[in-house]
């Protein structure tokens, strides 16, 4: 190649990885390096790989590579998350087995993969839907369910009307499914859980040790979502009801205040208390609200609606008869399913108050207007007014000397609650993994025994998978009828599977040893390898993957299967790859194709146009970037490496000095733009010593300058960060053996970062008038003398200026 041509290198560079087999991760117990995990996002093989694909695993794969050329034994794994309702679906349309979709889809993504040059270690490859990955989603499954942590139960749950599957809380998105967008409504089901709020405490104390290498945002994304909230749980009589119902409430102290009282509707303890005389206005509301989500009910703008039950309940601490009420502003799955409404210092129970005409009672003075006047609830802190023993208290004052009254009474004690709700886990699809549970008329729930594990899914295609509003497998008789494992009489498998986030809330375990036989991970392996050192993804699965990894650690730490108790010790987000400032969508035609991007500019291209775009964070406008400006870049840092004439192993130090000092200050620089994961300033700092090396080619020393080759073999291994391909062909025109990938990373000098002098400017009235050339480290007062005295400037001074702003040692501004 004479010329600097993409597709030859990509083609040439392929074929040479895929017989070297570069980067497998070593598991010699000679190696003595010290080890680093690379994780990537879990890859869905829904088509060939996109823009997103293209910015996510660019990012990680600077990473990586970095680490690579700082010599660390690194493992950067790939596998595929290859369980759930795209593959079911594609089926149903082509009247197929998902498997054949899901597997053909991954084939085609592995080589994608490795046309974008991705540093894989290919011999870690696993695919969540393959058996002998599944059979241990069901063994730890059957181990949850020893602890407790893995129950049935009936509810109310979130479902898809179009997938006809039900879905977590944390699936649902602004009262859409996550997956296809449809309206999600409550349902009435029996569903498996995992207690994943028995946690909820460990979760949020465990965040300290996240602080370092976790964002503040996806931080305050998962605690938020959490929720915890200290306060009381009260007992309310409600009359004609032996039972008393708590409620929990953050502010005990204004229990005085409670007016009324308000039940979900779609509670069960609505259904029970509400009288014959209510009952029909009651049941058609229920039935209007169920039309509704979650986000619908809790919206402060939407108009508060309610029906009154008939009955009264007893306000504990005054005995005060307060109306009950059923409404959808409250959830029947927060706290209690029920709340004392205090609508002087909450703004939703006003609002419902002066609705219905409900009595408005100030229990703090916050020194503001009544709100039953102003319709402006006063939710801050104050004195305790008209509430008896707690009246002239302040707020902390009054909620600890109220929870001492009712612990001390048997009315209520001090709680903590949390918004998190548990994990609900099973799907009614088909292409997920069957829980290894099977009902037994005697026996009830038994789990399936690990001898008998994987249960593995039957052979269905097509239109037998079409959903039915209960899990396809019900259908599949013949492997739902068994015997029970513990009596022997006749029984019926759970035709439920599991969201496929059980898949990925432990599968960056299973890289370690994906071929162990002896249980889901060998725990040597996972010793040497855990926690991930890097992890790279999207925030939007902050409350989704990363909660659920983070609780699937705690248990396996409590199991004592792994010594760790938080699975990823630096995070780093991308940002979405959008195009004319929306996000990509046929719909709005501004797609773009990864595949035409690397057909029209090189892989190399592409992917220095991801990482020079911004912060990782960042999102990045297709529509703002140039990959055609990346490969004019790319040619012309090829020519400045392929044009070096000084033979390998020269001494660089009898090369030019200038540009060697160039060289070790741009090496310093990128490193430490690397390791604080300000790529795009590394690439900047890249292409300027292509310029400068391309200077002294053209006008300098030349081209047989030792100080050429060691800036070319510098600029070689930096760029091999973010374009391998240019790189590897570079490294082997400038005589050396073996990838780039392990050249080693350059070090700077420190004896070559010390600069002799710095060009200071000197500007009089703002504009410049002198140059001094200076020491970098000369005093403020020593530069302010010597700017003073430049013959330059003594021209425009008469007499002592009025002002001197002295930044040393790059500036001296002088007002006359």
Not at 443 to 448: A, H, M, S
């Amino acid at each position: 190649m004479s010329e600097y041509d993409p597709q030859a290198l990509q083609a040439k560079w392929q074929q040479r990885w895929e017989e070297m087999d570069p980067f497998l991760a070593s598991e010699d117990a000679a190696d003595t390096r010290e080890r680093r995990y690379m994780l990537d996002m879990f890859p869905y093989p829904s088509g060939d790989l996109h823009m997103g694909h293209a910015e996510a695993f660019g990012l990680g794969d600077v990473v990586a590579r970095y680490w690579m050329q700082r010599g660390y034994n690194v493992m950067h794994p790939i596998g595929w998350d290859s369980f759930g309702l795209p593959a079911e679906n594609a089926a149903i349309k082509r009247n197929a087995h998902p498997a054949e979709w899901t597997y053909a889809n991954i084939d085609t993504q592995a080589s994608s993969f490795k046309r974008y040059g991705i540093a894989f270690d290919w011999s870690r490859r696993l695919h969540t839907s393959d058996p002998d990955y599944y059979r241990w989603n069901q063994w730890l499954f059957t181990r949850f369910f020893d602890r407790g942590l893995a129950y049935r139960k009936g509810g109310l749950v979130n479902w898809c009307p179009n997938d006809q599957t039900v879905l977590a809380n944390e699936q649902v998105v602004n009262g859409k499914c996550e997956r296809c967008g449809a309206d999600v409504v409550r349902r009435e089901l029996t569903q498996w859980y995992f207690k994943i709020t028995e946690y909820a405490q460990r979760l949020l104390d465990d965040m300290d040790q996240l602080e370092e290498g976790w964002s503040e945002r996806l931080l305050t994304m998962q605690r938020n979502w959490i929720g915890r909230s200290e306060g009381a749980d009260v007992q309310f009589v409600i009359e004609g009801r032996d039972e008393p119902v708590t409620v929990f409430t953050t502010r005990p102290d204004t229990l005085y205040g409670a007016t009324f009282f308000v039940v979900a509707v779609d509670a069960a303890l609505a259904e029970e208390i509400v009288t014959d005389e209510h009952r029909a206005e009651f049941e058609a509301y229920r039935a209007e609200v169920a039309k509704l989500s979650d986000i619908e009910r809790l919206s402060t703008d939407k108009e508060k609606t309610g029906v009154f039950l008939g009955r009264y309940a007893i306000n504990p601490v005054d005995g005060e008869r307060i109306p009950v009420w059923a409404a959808d502003y409250v959830l029947s799955d927060y706290g209690h399913g029920a709340i004392m409404a205090v609508p002087a210092h909450d703004q939703r129970d006003l609002d419902f108050a002066r609705k219905f005409g409900l009595p408005v009672k100030v229990v703090v003075h916050t020194g503001l207007a009544d709100p039953g006047e102003t319709g402006e609830a006063t939710p801050g802190e104050g004195k305790l007014v008209n509430s008896g023993p707690l009246d002239g208290l302040t707020k902390a004052d009054a909620i600890r000397k109220i929870i001492e009254v009712l612990e001390k009474d048997g009315r209520g004690q001090g709680t903590v609650n949390f918004r998190l709700r548990d994990w609900l886990l099973s799907r009614q699809r088909f292409w997920g993994t069957p829980i290894p549970i099977i009902h037994c008329p005697d026996c009830g729930e038994v789990p399936v025994p690990d001898e008998q594990l994987p249960v593995t899914l039957p052979d269905m295609r097509g239109e037998a998978l079409a959903p039915k509003g209960i899990s396809p497998l019900a259908s599949a008789t013949d492997w739902v009828n068994v015997e029970c494992p513990k009596c022997g009489g006749p029984a019926k498998r759970d035709t439920d599977t599991m969201d496929t986030f059980v898949d990925s809330s432990w599968y960056f375990l299973r890289y370690t040893s994906p071929g162990y036989n002896e249980g889901p991970f060998d725990p040597e392996q996972v010793r040497k390898w855990m926690p991930v050192d890097q992890y790279v993804g999207g925030i939007e699965h902050a409350v989704l993957h990363l909660l659920y990894s983070r609780f699937f650690t705690k248990v396996l730490y409590d199991m004592g299967l792994v010594e760790f108790t938080e699975p990823f010790k630096r995070m780093m987000n991308q940002g979405q790859v959008i195009n004319g400032g929306k996000a990509m969508s046929k719909s709005l035609g501004n797609g773009v194709d990864l595949g035409q991007q690397i057909d029209d500019f090189g892989v190399d291209a592409v992917r220095l146009t991801m990482v020079f775009a911004g912060p990782p964070e960042d999102d990045i406008d297709w529509a703002d970037v140039s990959p055609a400006a990346s490969q004019k870049f790319l040619a012309r840092a090829f020519r400045v490496m392929d044009e070096v004439a000084a033979e390998p192993g020269v001494s660089f130090a009898d090369g030019d000095l200038d540009l060697r000092r160039f060289t070790h200050r741009t090496i310093d620089e990128v490193t430490g733009q690397v390791e604080s994961y300000k790529f795009n300033v590394a690439v900047a700092r890249m292409m300027e010593l292509t310029s400068a090396a391309r200077k002294a080619i053209d006008s300098g020393p030349g081209a047989a300058d030792p100080a050429v080759r060691e800036a070319a073999e510098a600029l070689a291994v930096m760029l091999s960060l973010v374009a391998p391909y240019t790189a590897e062909e570079a490294w082997e025109r400038l005589g050396h053996q073996g990838s780039v990938a392990f050249a080693g990373w350059p070090t700077a000098d420190p004896a070559l970062l010390v600069q002799e002098s710095i060009t200071c400017v000197v500007q009089v009235a703002g504009k410049v008038r002198d140059r001094l050339e200076v020491s970098p480290d000369i005093s403020e007062a020593d530069l302010r003398a010597l700017a003073l005295a430049s013959d330059k400037i003594q021209p425009y001074l008469s007499g002592e200026p009025r002002k001197v702003i002295v930044r040393a040692p790059k500036l001296v501004n002088i007002v006359p």
